[in-house]
């Protein structure tokens, strides 16, 4: 079984790919502008031979393969990898650089500066050690040569040796100022990743306490909204069995245990409901259509309140949902601003298009929500109407979240009250289900 790669391990592999991506195109462009420079100043270096030209081509071609390989690697490359291609370029490197000096045969080969990326590619992938061994096998291959040169080709010339010695300097000083700075970027890389799995547990551990408060918060609420139902139950069959009851007390009492026994039976509903969400079954379906229906199924429960329900039409809008979950959820909002509208008053339904969204509202005229209210009306349980279960937004709002959208109170102001609920919209043109 495949081990999950963390987001910071993807980070670290990607930042591997990039340094290992400069070194190639560092390494391409000083090879292209050696070439360069060896046909600009062939008076003085000479004309590159086909050998020579043959070569840097090769090696050249070789850099550009390596290049696409490493872009090709979009999740980055490991330590490992790195570690071995930057051995293999540092080995093939010191073949080059030997090789055209051997072919240019000149006491001041310019080919020698190929020798500095070595080096580099040593101090930010490997210990001190391994950089300091490379700078001792570059200066060693810069005086060898010289020295195997006039050795060929006598009298020695004192000014190349100091020339060489200069360059050593230089190879040595850079090697080691980049292998400390590199040094000290990944201790600090290891103490952010520290802190990276510092935060990713804290941050785990506040889920799973968040999780456990949310738990607890249903619990309550669930050990208070049945409390009241039940105890009023066990008084009134009390009452009932008490032998000095009349018949007419005695019914009465039956008929609020049964009321109060339907109560419960509809807090259990809405808490599964809530508990355990159904997944939608999505279906094309015009929302004209949907919110025609909603307020033919409200209108006599209005008229019995003195509110007039208001459908306005729009312009076709095709919606992929699963039609009774976002019926559900919307006759919620209307008999919810039904009751908040005082006679004379209107319940409105209009919705509006929005780019990949379609927005469905419901309106009422009646009093603005208090403040106190307005911010926990969608959390379960909470409710300001003396019978309800406080579970009719929570569950309307999940709903929309899960047809991709979310419910809200767009406008609280006192005679316009409006809830908005956001849904995935279909494009254009998709078959309409009937309702």
Excluded at 22 to 38: E, K, P, Q, R
Aim: glycine share 6%; with cysteine.
């Amino acid at each position: 079984m495949m081990r999950k790669i963390s987001s910071l391990e993807l980070i670290e592999a990607k930042a591997l790919r990039g340094q290992q991506t400069a070194f190639c195109v560092l390494t391409l462009f000083v090879i292209a502008v050696l070439l360069l420079l060896h046909t600009l100043f062939a008076s003085l270096l000479g004309e590159p031979s086909e050998a020579v030209i043959l070569l840097l081509g090769t090696a050249f071609s070789t850099k550009v393969l390596e290049f696409f390989w490493l872009q090709g690697r979009v999740d980055g490359i490991s330590e490992y990898t790195a570690r071995w291609e930057t051995a293999l370029s540092i080995i093939g490197t010191f073949v080059l650089t030997c090789a055209l000096a051997i072919l240019t045969d000149r006491d001041d080969a310019p080919y020698f500066v190929l020798l500095a990326i070595p080096i580099l590619q040593s101090a930010y992938h490997f210990g001190w050690i391994t950089t300091v061994v490379t700078i001792v096998i570059s200066i060693a291959t810069n005086f060898y040569w010289i020295g195997h040169y006039f050795g060929l080709h006598p009298p020695p010339r004192p000014t190349e040796f100091l020339e060489a010695g200069m360059i050593s300097i230089i190879y040595t000083l850079m090697g080691l100022l980049v292998w400390y700075l590199v040094h000290q970027l990944k201790h600090q890389q290891i103490q952010l990743r520290e802190n990276f799995a510092e935060l990713d547990a804290t941050r785990e551990r506040l889920a799973i306490e968040e999780k456990l408060a949310a738990v607890g918060r249903l619990a309550s609420g669930i050990a208070h909204e049945i409390r009241n139902p039940v105890a009023m139950i066990s008084s009134s069959l009390t009452t009932a069995a008490n032998p000095g009851v009349t018949a007419g007390d005695r019914e009465e009492m039956v008929q609020i245990a049964a009321k109060e026994a339907g109560r419960l039976e509809h807090l259990t509903s809405d808490f599964l409901s809530y508990a355990r969400p159904r997944m939608p079954q999505r279906s094309s379906v015009l929302v004209n259509d949907l919110l025609s229906y909603v307020a033919e199924v409200v209108k006599a429960h209005a008229a019995n309140r003195g509110v007039e329900v208001v459908h306005l039409p729009t312009a076709d809008i095709v919606l992929e949902i699963d039609s009774a979950q976002v019926q559900s959820a919307l006759l919620n909002l209307a008999l919810n601003g039904i009751d908040a509208t005082t006679s004379p008053g209107t319940l409105s339904f209009f919705a509006t298009q929005g780019e990949g969204f379609a927005e469905l509202n419901v309106e009422n005229t009646g009093h603005a929500i208090a403040e106190t209210d307005l911010s926990q009306i969608f959390e379960p349980f909470y409710s300001t109407k003396p019978t309800g279960t406080g579970l009719g937004l929570a569950i309307a709002r999940r709903v929309a979240r899960d047809h991709g959208g979310d419910l809200w109170v767009s406008s609280n102001q006192e005679g316009r009250v409006v809830f908005s609920m956001t849904v995935s919209a279909a494009p254009r043109g998709e078959l309409v289900k009937e309702l």
